[in-house]
């Protein structure tokens, strides 16, 4: 090779070079400190019975009530939902309700010693008085209800159907309990203080003539299709003392999964007898890792067994068991007396429930060229116990004063899918530059918004959010040559239906889009709204896999 050439020749190389190193730019997100708290949708503390006794920086996003089945329907077939619909009027913006309905409020029993409507008592059947001191039986009383009568059964479905019609499908409603059965509708026959072993006394005809019996498992498998066939479009959660009961609501054909709750956090019960040793190695399973598709709902045990594993106990819990929501309320009435050591336990424990999301390094060219296209590639962490429930959508936005519309792409992030790892999960997106984009410095900003808009965005544990919910993550250049193979957004926008393919990942989810171009390990999809993606090639069905053109 001639002189001239080979200095002309090294010349382009170290010039490449510099321009490649131009290319690749890199920021890093500040984290917030690890004792920081956030108030997030679905995670951390909820208003438990209008209580919010732990300090939080701003009001928790939703909020749970019970409600005696004599509440609502004082007479037959007249309902009335006007205690849930205040509750739902109360809620903060983007903030979301969850609710039980109980027949049984033993020894606390709110619509004096009766939570069924009085035609249930009238009814011929089975239920009986029951006194909250068996010494003295013109003390208190609470009626227990025939929970195996046909025609409870029937009210109870009836009940519960009038609920749904209203309530299904209401963005206010972030779950239901599957509730109804049992004491406090837990799911259990104890927690009376004054029989032995707290039971309800089934086996005496002093107190039970007539020879109730406790929910028959026909009968229970029944109150849980009833909450299941009225709440189809609402998340509802199931109690775990009913071990059967429980892992029949988890294998419900739901569109939405079934989650787990526990009312005895703080008490050694709480993790003991969760799984307990004669359930079916299938069932235990069903149930240690149910925290990966659906929520994990506490509250306190309350009283003396509040603190019975102690501070560090209540920590330990949350973690283990992967909870997602702990009432704020029960573990105390008010917040000062507690000790100095509790209350850290249980601030620490709401921190480390649920998700906890931050960006911990942003990769993508320093110049953007219009008319291109880039690859944006994140690293993800969930410094959580668990990955988020409801679906968010993460939007990375170009943006510059005076600008009247951002330049926005929509992630292939799935918040819903990630994991708490210490790895966390580099994510590959493609960034498109309308050719009409003004050469200037942008900013990239990322919001994680609801598709529903009704919550407001999802906090990110890194510095730097803004008013609107957005993070501004760096600035970039938008002008300068092409980068070499990308195509011209102009060309990429000419869709031609006869170019436009149905592609399936391995769960069986289709839609349709037209390939571009194959990137490494991932191919580069424009879907009929002009949508343009990087999906990893590994996700798709192999059907998908073989239709792709290299």
């Not at 609502?72 to 849930?84: A, G």
């Not at 060309?491 to 239906?497: D, I, S, T, W, Y």
Request: aromatic content about 10%; glycine content about 8%.
């Amino acid at each position: 090779m001639h002189f001239q050439q080979v200095k002309r020749y090294l010349t382009a190389v170290f010039f490449a070079a510099i321009s490649l190193a131009a290319q690749a730019h890199e920021f890093k997100p500040e984290l917030l400190a690890d004792d920081a708290e956030m108030t997030n949708p679905l995670r951390g503390f909820y208003t438990w019975l209008h209580k919010n006794v732990a300090p939080q920086p701003t009001p928790a996003h939703d909020s749970y009530q019970r409600f005696s089945w004599a509440q609502l329907e004082k007479v037959q077939d007249q309902y009335n939902f006007s205690m849930i619909d205040r509750e739902l009027d109360q809620l903060p913006k983007g903030g979301k309700f969850g609710f039980r309905i109980f027949a049984l409020n033993g020894d606390f029993s709110w619509v004096n010693g009766i939570d069924v409507p009085a035609y249930l008592v009238e009814h011929p059947g089975k239920g009986f008085y029951l006194p909250a001191n068996p010494k003295n039986t013109q003390y208190s009383k609470s009626f227990i209800p025939d929970w195996n009568d046909p025609f409870f059964l029937e009210r109870a479905e009836l009940l519960l159907t009038a609920l749904g019609n209203k309530y299904d499908g209401d963005p206010r409603i972030a779950w239901v309990d599957i509730g109804m059965y049992g004491n406090w509708a837990e799911w259990h026959t104890s927690g009376l203080s004054n029989f032995p072993r707290g039971r309800i006394p089934y086996a005496d005809a002093t107190f039970n003539p007539q020879g109730a019996e406790p929910g028959t498992l026909e009968t229970r498998k029944r109150i849980v299709d009833a909450h299941a066939k009225a709440f189809k479009k609402t998340r509802l959660i199931m109690m775990t003392d009913d071990k059967v009961a429980l892992a029949y609501a988890l294998r419900l054909p739901t569109s939405i999964p079934v989650g787990l709750r526990r009312d005895s956090w703080g008490d050694s019960h709480f993790s003991q007898d969760l799984l307990s040793s004669d359930m079916p190695a299938a069932d235990q399973e069903l149930v240690t890792n149910r925290w990966k598709v659906a929520p994990f709902i506490v509250e306190s045990f309350g009283g003396a067994g509040a603190f019975n594993v102690g501070a560090q106990g209540l920590v330990d819990q949350v973690e283990n068991f992967h909870v997602s929501l702990v009432g704020n309320g029960g573990f105390a009435s008010q917040w000062e007396p507690l000790s100095p050591e509790n209350q850290q336990g249980v601030l620490k424990a709401g921190r480390r429930s649920g998700y906890r999301f931050a960006i911990t390094a942003v990769k993508l060219p320093d110049s953007l060229p219009p008319g291109g296209s880039v690859t944006l590639q994140t690293h993800w962490i969930n410094q959580g116990v668990a990955p988020a429930y409801e679906p968010w959508r993460v939007e990375f936005s170009l943006t510059k004063p005076g600008q009247t519309k951002p330049v926005t792409m929509v992630s292939t992030v799935s918040l819903g899918k990630m994991l708490p790892t210490k790895e966390g999960e580099v994510v590959k997106d493609i960034l498109a530059i309308p050719a009409g984009l003004l050469p200037g410095r942008y900013d990239l900003t990322v919001t994680i918004v609801d598709p529903e808009s009704y919550r407001l965005p999802l906090q990110l544990a890194i510095q730097g959010r803004t008013e609107s919910g957005s993070y501004t993550l760096g600035s970039v250049d938008v002008g300068g040559p092409m980068k070499k193979g990308a195509a011209p957004a102009a060309a990429e926008a000419k869709l031609n239906p006869a170019d436009l393919q149905t592609w399936t990942n391995k769960e069986g989810k289709g839609f349709k889009a037209s390939q571009l171009r194959v990137e490494g390990d991932n191919v580069v999809l424009k879907r009929e709204d002009g949508q343009v993606f990087l999906v990893p090639i590994a996700k798709l069905s192999l059907e998908s896999q073989a239709q792709i053109k290299n």
